[in-house]
Structure formats: C-alpha cells, structure tokens
C-alpha cells in the first residue's frame, strides 16, 4: 500500500524521489483514535500535517488505536476520516488526492493488551523492511485519559519502541494532575518509561496563533517595548478566556476539577509567562525559552485565599444531581467562574496585578491577552478632536486577541499611541475598514490591527511542532510541578469555600465584576439575597459560642472575620503601648496559622504603628533565615517587606552563628536572652502571639521538653518531633511575664485539641499551652468555628 501511494505522489510531481527521500519513515500512532478529541482536531492536525510535510523526505503512516474491537472501531474511525477537509486556498484536485492518500496510508489498531503492542510494532517493522524504508521515528499520541497513561507507556516502553538512532515522542493531553503532589506522581510514574525530552505535555493554548506570537512579538518589537515593558510603565495585565456554554455534559470531569484546574492552571498560566518571561538570547533556543519560563514561574508570589473570587452559575448544582445522580440536598462548592490576582517578585514586574478570569454561561465567547499601560498624560483639547496616532490620552494597550469576541479572529492590536509594530508580513497582514467596530470601547481605527494571513487551528500548529521537535510549544516536567507548586496552596484553601451564585449568560450583568483591594480581590456588588443558598447559612460576626475558655476570655467566629478582629485588637494594643511607653514590643510565633493575620496587617492596617514597633519571633527552626522552613522568612515574605518598621527593631533569633546552627556552645539563646533584657523593660512584652500544635505544643515548647516548660531561664534550645528537629524558643517564663499573650487556633484540624485542652487543668509537660498563664498579664483565646465546633 504505501508503494503504491509513493508512486501515485511521484507521477504528480508532490513528493521526492527515493533518492531523495533520505529522512526516513515516521509513524504516527493515535491513541483514543475514535473519541471527541480525535474527532474534532486530531484527524484534522494530522491531515493538515500530511498536506504540509509530504514533499519534505519523510514517509508517514497513520495508526488509530483505541480498545474497540477491530471491524467497529475501524468503521468509526473512517467515518471520521471521510469527513476530513482541506483548507481554502488547496486546489480540490490536490485535495482529492491527498485525502485519498492519507486515507490508504491509515489503519486501525485494537490495543489493549500486551499482545497487541507487540503485534503493532512488529507491523511497522514489517512494512518498512516490505518498502526498504528506514524509521526515522514514532509518535505516539495519548488522547486518552490520564488513568490510563502509566500502562500504556509501559506497553510502549517494553514493546513499541523505536530501533536505535530513530526518535520517540509520546504526547500527552491533559489533565496533568490534579494539584502537586498527584501530579508528582504521574510525572515520576511516566519518567520511568520515557526520557524528558521524548514528553509532549500539550497545553493548546500555545498553539493559539496569538498567543504563540507573543514572544516573537516582543522580539521583533524590543526597540519600542524594552523601555515601557516593566512595572513603571504597565498599569495592569488582563488574561481572560469566557464562555457562554455551561458544564452541562462535563459535570463528571468538572466537579473533580473547576475552572481554575480546567484553565487557569494551565492556558492562562502559560499565556502570563510568555509575558513576564524575561526574552532569552536566541528564542530558536529551546533550552533558553524553556528556562527563562521556569525563572518566571518561579518568580510569582504565592496565592492566598483572598487572592480570587469564585464563582458558579445557579443551574450548575442540578446538571450535578442530574448526570451524577446526586440527591437534591447535594451541595457543590466547585467554581465554574474565577477571577484570580497574580503578582510577580521580578524587578520588571513587581506591583504590577495580572489579572486571569475565566468562566462559563459567561455574556460572550472571547479570550484575549490585554496589556494596558499607565497614563500620565493631561490634554486641554477636547475628546472628540483628538488624533488617535498623536494624542496621548487615549488608552494605551497591546491586545493579542484569541479569538472570537467582536473580531471573531485571532488578532493582535497595538494603540496607534504607542507604536507601529513590526510584524512578519509573511504570516501577518494589517487590517484596515471596519471603522463601526469597537474593541475595549475604542473604535478600531485608534489601534494598528494584524491578523494571520492563514488562520491555523492550534492543534495542526502543535502537531507540527511535535513533529519539528520544538519542545518550547509544550510543557516539561519541571515547569508542570512549579505551576503546580503555585496554584496548589490556593486550590486547597478555597476547596471549601461557597462560590457566589450567578444566573449566567447576559443576566449576569455586574454580578461578577470584581476590584483589587490592598492586594486582595472582592466582588464589587453584594450577592443578591434571591441568589443565595439557604443552606449558605452560618454563624455572623463574632458570634459568641462561649464567652471564656479555659477561664479566659475567647473570642470567636469563622476564620476570615477571627482574623480581621485579631488583626484591630493587635493594632490597639499597638496604640496602646505607644501611647504609654512610645514603643510597642511584639512577639510572633512561626508555622501556619499567623499567615493570615501577617497579610491582614500588612494590606489592612495602613495606620499601624510600625516606626515604633519592635517585632521578635517568640520561636524559630534551627535553619538559615533564608530557608523557606524558616519563621522569619515566612515572617519577611508575608508581612516584614510590606511594612514600614526600621530595619533596627527587627529581631530574628541568632540560630545561625559561626556558620552552624543552634549550637549550645555558641551562646544564641543567652544572647537572645539579653538583647530582650537590654530593649523591653522587665522582659515584660507588649503582646506575645502564639498558636497551638495539634500535640498541645505552643512556640516551640513540646510535650515532655526538656527546656522551657519549668525554670527561669528566658529562652531555651528545644528538639520537636518533626523536622527541623532543633528549634530555639521562647521560655514558658518569659511568655508569662508578658503583659497580654493572644493564642491564635484555626481549622477543624484543631478541633480535638482545642475539645482536649477546654477540659484538662495545667499540666505543661504533657500539654505545653496549659502552662501559658501571664502572672500580671492578659490571655485572649482566639479560635475559629472550625476548631471550636468541628
């Protein structure tokens, strides 16, 4: 057959002759060959692939595989073939030929088995021995899910490799994981069975014509953009994708993974890097694109809860209870919308929001990249008359527009304010007309407007890149665990938080706008009352469960409004202490639990008095300060370096003296110690905050310590049952003396504990928090619902 299809192509004068032909033979295997993907985009890709590449020396052979049996499945997947289309500008004669070509030259497989793995290989070995063809290599396609890809990859390993000196590449769709650790593992699973560089992790968004332009975008257009492309000049970054259809249909894949997993994670994660990306030397350089990324997504300050708005359209619960048969008092909390604020610790973009939205039963069907800049320019002359290309208060906005939309086309859009671009004329035109047309409610005529010359689905671009080996179209593994690293701590936050309802389509109006709040995003009009789920219902402010605990006052409601009222209480001890001494001396301790309020205080409490504030760690790990397991660089990222407090009334503990750690000998605790005595009068704090470990610890003083639970001595060397082992610790004497001491409890995780610690008396040496009792001081409990009630 594929004699007969090199002879058809030789008497047309479309492809080599065998002298010519010195590249070899590739065989492309696709797995799932009869599902929707395959369907809709993959026969189409490789047709397109075919068409592009037949006269370029290479032979191909196309392989569909899937577990149906041979006669059914081999029906199915012509059906799909015979439907195949060329583009508009290919002759129909060339067309016919081709079509006809490619249909001979595919064949399905049933692969299910071991067996069947062998027996394909051994088919392809066959026929190029038949045509005296050498392998240049094989593609093996995965469009299919991810469960099954470690016993395929096995199958391939042990029996579907290509001979010696041809190439492998297997590509892979995702899901790619579900959060870190999942993917951790899928990664390591395919690992074993491939080398980095035989894995194509396609992302199809990169494949988009205008996101795949940003780069050489930027490259092309350095002389214009290296002043303005930074922090000064760029107000903010819009990346959005919105849908109007809703999850009906995909509830199953939806309820395990949301929007975010779904396209924020992945599209718009890889479409923020292509903007933030420092450009490397050469962009033909894989190992430079593919390490500039990773420099990028490595430089993104991590996500908090308050970093996003969820929200989900109202009928999304019953297309659940319908195609999952769940009961009508199921209650989903998966997000079908997300605004997310993502910002950058690079020098160019530090400050700047990048905001990534994406929804379905949204108003329209757009994605687009925006970059808007800042404008600091006055015009006496009236609107109306002023010049688009000369005027500098129109807006100023580079646009690499997906898709859809108003345009319905990918696009890319320079304001005429700002620059003519350069573009490559031979695969980008300029649009002129359309003048009624407005995009970001400026007529298109204020904008230098380019489109493709040749509109190209993103999959026949990937395919092509799979097959030109350009491995920076897609995504390693790597830079597939530093995403997953980034979204993961935000995921598991919000897994529990309500979503706000949301009608979909038009009638959603300004239900979704959303602003930026002290670093934080809110929706901008309150969730109307027909909207919510009665179900929502919960405790309100600072309802009081009990009023003491443990014969102390408590103060307690959800996590959110806890910590909003723990972060004015410190802020009025703060006032306090000034007030009366002129300084305020304030000690935290590390782990979890304090992040909230660091964040609060800083985005929150502009008035706070940090020019007289001394801030000390009441605990920390016997690692460097520049250590993540640290509690001062915990301390530093989420509070210390968004706050004005002299670098002089900073104090981490010495635990890194004479280039070792928490060594007796090197005196770090007796130093502490007098570095106390020798600021805050009495070693008396201000305020000492401090949290409670599900053993009963508190600081860093554990059950059955032999430091710190009994004695005088300030601060103490102490060993905990996790690593870090060693850690140095406030005293239980030292806490004691303070003037106020707030514990801080959240999480159902806490509940035992905090039921445990509400019955017993005080016993130090089997639960530490017991022991905290200031002897002319104030203790203040505050624990969340969660922990409190379960």
């Not at 696709?30 to 993907?37: E, K, N, P, R």
């Not at 259809?245 to 509830?251: E, I, L, N, Q, S």
Request: proline share 6%; net charge neutral.
């Amino acid at each position: 057959m594929l004699r007969r299809v090199l002879c058809t192509m030789l008497f047309m004068g479309a492809f080599p002759s065998p002298a010519e032909m010195s590249q070899g033979h590739i065989s492309v295997v696709l797995l799932g060959a009869t599902g929707d993907l395959a369907k809709k985009y993959l026969w189409q890709g490789l047709f397109q692939l075919y068409m592009d590449q037949v006269s370029s020396g290479h032979s191909f052979t196309f392989h569909g595989a899937a577990l149906t049996a041979l006669e059914p499945g081999q029906k199915l997947m012509f059906d799909v073939l015979k439907k195949l289309a060329c583009p508009p500008d290919e002759a129909p004669d060339r067309c016919a030929v081709l079509k006809d070509q490619f249909l001979k030259l595919s064949q399905y497989h049933q692969l299910k088995t071991a067996e069947n793995y062998t027996v394909l290989n051994r088919e392809i070995e066959a026929l190029l021995r038949q045509e005296g063809l050498k392998e240049a290599g094989r593609i093996f396609y995965f469009s299919v899910p991810p469960f099954a890809y470690t016993e395929i990859a096995r199958h391939i390993n042990s029996s579907c490799r290509p001979p010696p000196g041809a190439w492998l590449r297997v590509v892979l769709e995702k899901p790619f994981g579900h959060d870190l650790e999942s993917a951790q593992q899928l990664a390591a699973e395919l690992t074993s069975f491939f080398r980095e560089e035989e894995m194509y992790r396609v992302d199809h968004y990169l494949g988009k014509q205008a996101v795949a332009h940003i780069l050489p975008f930027r490259d092309q257009n350095q002389q214009f953009l290296d002043p303005i492309w930074n922090r000064h000049h760029v107000e903010r970054v819009e990346i959005v994708l919105k849908e109007t259809v809703d999850a009906k249909g995909r509830t199953s894949f939806y309820e395990q993974y949301g929007v975010i997993r779904d396209v924020l994670q992945n599209h718009l994660t890889e479409a923020l890097m292509f903007l933030t990306m420092e450009l490397p030397a050469n962009l033909s350089r894989t190992e430079e694109v593919l390490r500039c990324k990773l420099q990028a997504l490595r430089s993104l300050r991590g996500l908090e809860k308050h970093s996003a708005v969820l929200g989900q359209y109202q009928a999304y619960a019953s297309h659940v209870q319908e195609e999952l048969k769940k009961g009508q008092d199921y209650v989903s909390t998966t997000p079908t919308f997300a605004g997310v604020l993502v910002q950058s610790d690079s020098l160019r973009w530090e400050g700047v929001p990048f905001l990534l939205t994406s929804g379905k039963a949204l108003d329209e069907r757009v994605g687009y990249v925006r970059v808007l800049f800042k404008n600091r320019a006055y015009c006496t002359q009236s609107e109306t008359l002023r010049d688009a290309g000369h005027s500098q208060c129109k807006a100023k906005q580079i646009i690499f527009y997906i898709g859809h939309g108003a345009l319905n086309t990918p696009a890319v859009l320079v304001s005429r304010n700002l620059f003519r671009p350069v573009m490559p004329k031979s695969s980008w035109r300029e649009v002129v007309g359309q003048p009624d047309l407005h995009v970001f409610g400026q007529p298109l005529s204020d904008y230098y407007v380019y489109s493709p010359v040749k509109e190209r689905d993103a999959y026949s671009v990937l395919i092509s890149n799979i097959y030109h080996g350009r491995k920076d179209f897609f995504i390693t593994t790597e830079n597939l665990l530093a995403s997953w690293a980034f979204w993961t701590p935000l995921l598991n936050s919000i897994s529990h938080q309500p979503p706000r309802l949301y009608p979909g389509g038009v009638e959603n109006q300004n239900l979704l706008d959303f602003e930026m709040v002290s670093g934080e995003l809110a929706f901008t009009a309150a969730e109307p009352v027909e909207l919510l789920n009665p179900d929502r219902s919960m405790p309100s402010d600072f309802k009081t469960i009990q009023s003491k605990f443990r014969q102390s006052p408590l103060v307690s409601a959800w996590s959110e409004d806890l910590i909003s009222q723990l972060a004015s209480d410190v802020e009025k001890a703060a006032n306090r202490a000034v007030a009366g001494s002129g300084q305020f001396h304030l000690a935290l301790s590390g782990g979890s639990s304090p992040v909230a309020l660091f964040q609060r205080l800083a985005r929150h409490h502009y008035a706070f008095p940090w020019r007289h504030t001394h801030v000390w760690l009441v605990d920390e790990r016997c690692v460097p300060l520049t250590d993540p397991e640290s509690n001062f660089f915990s301390l530093h990222n989420h509070l210390l370096q968004s706050i004005r407090v002299p670098y002089f009334n900073v104090h981490p503990m010495p635990v890194h003296l004479n280039q070792r750690l928490c060594v007796e000998e090197d005196g770090g605790t007796e130093l502490y110690a007098k570095e106390i005595a020798a600021l805050v009068a009495n070693s008396s704090f201000d305020l000492v905050l401090l949290g409670l470990g599900t053993d009963g610890h508190t600081a860093s003083l554990f059950p059955d310590s032999e430091n710190g639970l009994e004695g005088t001595r300030a601060v103490v060397l102490t060993e905990s049952p996790v690593k870090p082992h060693q850690r140095m610790s406030f005293s239980l004497f030292l806490i004691n003396k303070a003037r106020q001491v707030f514990v801080l409890v959240v999480g159902k995780g806490k509940h035992d504990i905090t039921t445990q610690i509400s019955r017993v008396g005080r016993q130090p040496r089997k639960w530490p928090i017991s022991g905290v009792s200031p002897s002319s001081g104030q203790l203040v409990w505050y624990v969340d619902y969660e922990a409190l009630l379960g």
